[in-house]
């Protein structure tokens, strides 16, 4: 890998128009890039120690009732030769629960007709060397027979729906990889 893993959850209530206040764990994110500013919030954790697996969680409190949508991803780290290049740091989510709103399949343990987390999105990316895996076993898992392998630009999400000052909180747990 080309830099220590780092787990992120964004959640983005854009589509929905849904304000946040960030409580714990998250700040706001993309201030002057996205609008309205206080609809995007990102939790971004320590470095992840290979092979371990760790507690992550942010909370937030949601300012109107709607969709957002939380988003699985690891940290952005960029190309030191090719301009705007992401390159894939890779890490790994399992276990994640919400408290505040409902999330399905959280240990991704429920499969749809691809073979995919039930629930969850999987973001494509061009290049099939560096989409966002399912991996199996229960040697990987942290508990269950499956988690999710992912970096910056490859990631899962679902949309969970909030509800006006009811607080959120999300946790999971999360491993670096080699």
Same mark, same amino acid.
């Given at each position: 890998s080309y830099a220590p893993s780092m787990a992120v959850i964004d959640v983005d209530g854009r589509a929905d128009g849904v304000a946040m206040k960030p409580v714990a764990g998250c700040r706001y994110y993309g201030v002057g890039r996205y609008t309205p500013k206080d609809s995007y919030v990102r939790g #971004?954790?320590? &470095?992840? #120690? #290979?092979?371990?697996? &760790?507690?992550? &969680?942010? *909370?937030?409190? +949601? &300012?109107?009732d709607g969709e957002v949508l939380l988003y699985l991803k690891g940290r952005p780290y960029a190309s030191q030769t090719e301009t705007r290049k992401l390159l894939p740091v890779w890490g790994y989510f399992d276990d994640v629960v919400v408290e505040g709103a409902e999330l399905r399949n959280s240990g991704f343990e429920e499969m749809d007709a691809k073979g995919l +987390? *039930?629930?969850w999105r999987r973001a494509v990316h061009p290049d099939p060397d560096v989409a966002p895996y399912l991996i199996k076993g229960e040697k990987s898992a942290c508990t269950g027979r499956h988690c999710v392998k992912v970096w910056y630009k490859g990631g899962f999400s679902q949309k969970i729906r909030v509800t006006k000052g009811k607080r959120v909180l999300i946790r999971a747990r999360v491993k670096g990889d080699t």
């Open positions: #971004t954790g320590r &470095e992840l #120690t #290979t092979g371990v697996w &760790e507690d992550f &969680e942010i *909370a937030f409190i +949601p &300012e109107k +987390p *039930a629930g």
